[in-house]
Structures are given as structure tokens and as C-alpha cells.
């Protein structure tokens, strides 16, 4: 993966665009919301990241992370159960589960513990586990780079050079905005509450459409849980 154009190439290609407008003293505003648009907009490989595998415990319900939460951690953003034999099914992610929980059984959720370095299941695994060892895969979404002014001269945009025009689009949306430019975007709903996108937002949205068509998802795929896996 190439990774070579700059954001300053992008904001230089929107002032462009605007005439020559000045927009100095908001650029790294407008090339950082681009890059957090375009990060968020789905599960990109890049913004995707292991983050370790816990061994299910009896009578346990918080399990310390490996080598702590990563600096660059956004949110837990897939957990599978699984034993040797087969996945049983993903766990729910929840922002947070209660320390005491007041149920037994096999796990059902998962909540990330950032400060204590530590993720906590639900409901508590019974006093005798199957003999089959049971764990949880976990993977998360990684936050995006911040673009300030030390780095927007830099390739540090992560994502191939390939979707940099869907960047710059990005950036090209706020550039027209902050430029009072009415081919920004436009956003209008009909009596039937249907939504329709005008301007470059609607251009943005296409490439990132088209961009979902040509990237692999390698950690979306269908899990269907086994019925004699779930003990609860």
C-alpha cells in the first residue's frame, strides 16, 4: 500500500477550487474533519486493529488487556466467543457492564475498561467451564490521525494513495463552506422524509460508496452461532 500524498496536496487542490480563497487560518480544521470523515465512514482495513485474545475464566468477569489499550484505541469494534472447534457467536459491545452482574452463564457481552486496562464480560462464566477452552477474539477501531500543522506536509494520511481523491473531496466540502461557496453541499427532505445530498457532499458520499465496492471488509463476515454452544 502507497501512502505518499500529503494533506496539504488536498488543501492546495480546495483552494484551487475556491479561487484562491483565503482559508489559512482554518486549514488544518478543514484537512483534519476530512481525514476524520473519510476514517469513520466504515470499517477500512487500516482502521482496524487486533487487539488481543482473552481465555474465558471461571467465576471471572474482568480480563487485563495485553500490553494495555493502544494509544491510537477508539472503541472495541468486533468480539467473537470461540472455542477450538468453531466461533460460537460475536459478543455485543456495550459502553460499560456492571462489576457485580448478578447472572451466570456463558458470555453474551463485552465492555472495554480503558482506564483499569481491562474488558469485562457479561453475565460471569459458571464455577465449571466446558472442557473446551473458550475465548474472545477482540478487534478495534482505531482513531484517526490528527492533522495539524506539523504533520500536514507529511504522508500521514494512512489510507492508499489510490482513494486520495475521496480525501480531497472531503476536504473540498468544508473548503466550500468556510468559503461561503453554495457548491458545498446541500441537504433537503421531502414530504415522504426521504433525504437527498446536493453539491460535493453528494460526490463524497458516491466515492465513499464506490470505495466500500472495492476495499475487502476482512473483519465483516457472517457468524451464525451454533445452538449447542450457547449454555447459558
Known amino acids: 500500500m502507497a501512502v505518499t500524498y500529503t494533506p496539504n496536496e488536498a488543501f492546495n487542490y480546495a483552494n484551487y477550487m475556491t479561487k484562491e480563497m483565503n482559508l489559512s487560518r482554518v486549514q488544518y480544521q478543514i484537512l483534519d474533519e476530512a481525514c476524520s470523515r473519510l476514517w469513520n465512514a466504515a470499517a477500512w482495513p487500516w482502521t482496524i486493529g487486533y487487539l488481543d485474545t482473552i481465555t474465558v475464566a471461571a467465576d471471572t468477569t474482568d ?119 453554495a457548491r458545498g453541499y446541500d441537504i433537503t427532505r421531502d414530504a415522504q422524509g426521504s433525504t437527498k445530498l446536493g453539491g460535493e457532499l453528494a460526490n463524497f458520499e458516491y466515492l465513499i460508496g464506490e470505495m466500500k465496492k472495492s476495499e475487502e471488509f476482512t473483519y465483516e463476515w457472517d457468524v451464525y452461532a451454533d445452538a449447542k454452544g450457547d449454555t447459558r
Not at 68 to 84: C, E, I, K, R
Not at 125 to 139: A, E, H, I
Request: charged content about 20%; hydrophobic content about 40%; overall charge positive.
Open 63 to 181: 480480563y487485563a488487556v495485553t500490553g494495555n489499550f493502544p494509544s491510537d484505541f477508539g472503541h472495541l469494534y468486533l468480539a467473537q466467543l470461540f472455542n477450538s472447534d468453531k466461533i460460537l457467536k460475536p459478543l455485543a459491545i456495550v459502553p460499560l457492564l456492571p462489576a457485580t452482574p448478578g447472572r451466570v452463564g456463558q458470555p453474551i457481552s463485552i465492555a472495554p475498561i480503558v482506564a483499569d486496562n481491562e474488558v469485562r464480560i457479561y453475565p460471569k462464566p459458571p464455577s465449571t467451564m466446558p472442557s473446551d477452552t473458550q475465548k474472545v477474539l477482540l478487534y478495534y477501531k482505531k482513531n484517526p490521525p490528527k492533522i495539524t500543522s506539523a504533520n500536514a506536509g507529511t504522508a500521514c494520511l494512512v489510507q492508499d494513495d489510490r482513494w486520495f481523491h475521496v480525501y480531497k473531496s472531503g476536504v473540498l466540502i468544508n473548503a466550500y463552506k468556510c468559503a461561503d461557496d
